[in-house]
């Protein structure tokens, strides 16, 4: 699976727009990006996942850049209990086997 | 919540000891997969079982294996326990067909290796 790269952590105030940024410029052509959440010592929670055009669900939206290089996610009205890891993974559909966790975003929605 | 279910919440073992986990996969689905999680890391893939088969596994010992059963439900069993083992032990589960795989986990096993 390709690498991503995201900051470490990010603050967003409650009520406000969280735009997390991911980078994945090795990525395949048949690979999907996929969003999770963790909220603490809980298990992963799927948010959403995208090829190349935006998607949008109840959780959240995904904005894929026309080269595919980077993407964002942006919860639109952040509340204290968004405040988790968030983890952007690249993989293909129907790969199989693993998702490859990185480091994740650590975002806190401060009131 | 994702339907997935995972037993015991919580289990303390000491060095050298066996331990069985468990996990319900959501109903509909035919793929779980397993990942370690130690502390202020992301979870980390063992393997995945599909069809009551082993396919794909992630770099850990022997001593890690699994099975799933006719109802897709499945064991993760840990032999020889070692300290570096206490992590949070968590499930996934997955349809595996042409829209996709996505992975659904369930609420994980903590377990404390002393």
């Known amino acids: 699976d390709a690498k991503t790269t995201q900051p470490t952590s990010m603050d967003c105030a409650e009520g406000r727009a969280a735009n997390l940024p991911c980078n994945h410029s090795?990525?395949?052509?048949?690979?999907?990006v996929y969003w999770y959440r963790q909220i603490h010592s809980q298990g992963p929670q799927y948010i959403i996942h995208?090829?190349?055009n935006n998607e949008t669900n109840e959780m959240a939206s995904l904005i894929i850049t026309e080269d595919r290089k980077s993407s964002t996610l942006i919860l639109p009205h952040a509340t204290l209990r968004d405040t988790a890891v968030y983890y952007c993974?690249?993989?293909?559909?129907?790969?199989?086997?693993?998702?490859?966790f990185g480091g994740g975003t650590r975002l806190m929605v401060k009131p | 919540e994702t339907g997935v279910t995972q037993s015991p919440t919580h289990l303390i073992k000491t060095r050298g000891q066996q331990v069985t986990l468990r996990c319900s996969s959501q109903?509909?689905?035919?793929?779980v997969s397993w990942y370690q999680q130690a502390l202020g890391q992301g979870p980390q893939f063992i393997f995945q079982?599909?069809?009551?088969?082993?396919?794909g596994r992630g770099n850990f010992p022997p001593r890690f294996s699994g099975l799933q059963f006719p109802n897709y439900s499945s064991e993760l069993n840990v032999n020889a326990l070692e300290l570096d083992d206490s992590a949070l032990y968590l499930c996934?589960?997955?349809?595996?067909?042409?829209?996709?795989?996505?992975?659904?986990f369930g609420p994980g096993t903590r377990l404390t290796v002393l």
């Open positions: 090795t990525i395949s052509g048949n690979e999907y």
């Open positions: 079982y599909y069809r009551e088969e082993e396919n």
């Open positions: 109903s509909g689905h035919n793929t």
């Open positions: 993974i690249v993989r293909a559909l129907n790969a199989g086997n693993m998702l490859t």
């Open positions: 995208g090829l190349k």
């Open positions: 996934a589960s997955s349809l595996v067909n042409v829209a996709g795989d996505t992975q659904y």
